[in-house]
């Protein structure tokens, strides 16, 4: 999922919600509709999990840049 | 060389070696400088300043190139019409002198004049009307922020306490981020070039960034001086991911925070914004489940009422009712198609009878009883003169019989 249609399901989820607490829709319709909501927010969902928290850092080793972990240190220093 | 000469010659002999103490030597520039110069009229730009709860103040007057220390004793410093900020272009009347202590020297301010804007502020409005004519400041030009930002380039310094501001915020929310810091120095000489080049690096090699945070914690103007140069400006302008600029004090703007695709007043809201955002999204995403969920039944329970009512609607739950109602009204049915019957019967009955009786007037029969008689010839009814001849033989039926008669003459009238 992109970043746009992740928007886009937001909004398609905001007129469901809408769709189905404003009109009397027959059962089946609000079924679909509800089945259709469910599955956007379990995308949403999974996409906002897609990461897990990480911290690197970028180290220059001979004149090529590495990532690495990142540990943060107690306390701040001034800036350098 | 003679320096050196004199060096030497002083090494063979010790009669020419003079030693100073530290404090005699520090004491024999004080008077050389206090004598020298006594007081001066001094043109410069205030920096660094600060004022201490003694009410002195201390700074740095600076031009382009040098710098000197300056002190105003709270005495003086009350007296000014205005008050003294970093950058301010000032011209002062003071005296020289120096704090043996230490081994500085300094000026002791007793008058100052505002004599316009410092030459960094100047370059700084310079660089930002340069800037803003040619566009690099467009709102047409800024980048949305993602919605949702998974991965997050730092660029700042690792001891600084941007880094460690930003890193708070996001371990305080829990953000399932990730985040890649360019390290880089802040400020001094380098500074400008090495943030340019983190941006345009970050931009060649990971692409996958969702958005840059560029900055580092408060200082004075010069410390944030990095952020005002024209190639970092340009680098952020660059950039394809967008730009979050995160400079010092909420306060000042920084020509970084003009073209930045979005300014944060500090590096902890910056990471707030990125953050945040994702909480909002979160929070959303589970109220929505949530209408669905009580939609849903709400749309089950309206069934389940509509379901009921034909539940106990007559017709499901005593349908015999409708079966009653039924024959008696069959019954009422059968009750008019007879009495109907009967009605037309009898009607029908009557004009027969009246038929019969206008058939029984118009017999012939009866005609003749009334003396009326017919003649037939051959068996024709005669009804014309013309149909018989003289001598014929014509039968007259009467009531009661026919008479056989010749004919005597035939006239016609």
New interface residues.
Partial sequence: MK?NT??MS?KR??V??DE??NS??D?DK??KL?EE??SL?NQ??Q????????????VEKNGK?E?EK?T??EG????? | MTDLFDFESSQQNDKVRKVYSVTEINNEIKIILEDSYGCIWLSGEVSGLKQYSSGHMYFTLKDENSQISAVMFSTYNQKLKFSLKDGMQVLVYGKITAYVNRGTYQIQVYHAEETGKGTLQEAFENLKNRLFKEGLFDVAFKKEI???V??IGVVT??????L?DI?SV?NRR??????????V???GEQAKFEISNAIK?LNE?HKDL?VLLVG??G?SLE?LWAFNEEIVARAIFASEIPVISCVGHEVDYTIADFVADLRAPTPSVAAEIVAKN?AD??E??SL??K??VS??KD??S??EEKLKNFKNCRALSKPYEIYEEKIQYIDELREKLISRIKNNFSEKQKNFQLNIQKLDLLSPLKILNRGYSVCFKDGQVIKKVRQVCKNDIVDIKLSDGILKTKVENVEVL
């Fill in positions: 970043k992740f928007e937001l989820l905001e469901i919600v189905m607490e009397q829709l059962i609000a079924m509800f909501g469910i927010v949403c969902s996409k906002l999990d897609e990461t897990k928290k990480k911290i690197e850092i970028l840049f990532k990142f943060q240190k701040t220093d001034e800036e350098k | 993602p919605y949702i998974n991965k310094s690792k001891d600084g306490a941007a460690h890193l996001l829990f953000s399932n981020v990730e985040v890649l810091i360019y390290p120095r802040v400020q690096y090699n969702d580092r914690g200082g410390d994702r999204i979160e959303k995403l929505i489940k209408q669905l939609n849903i749309s089950i309206f069934c």
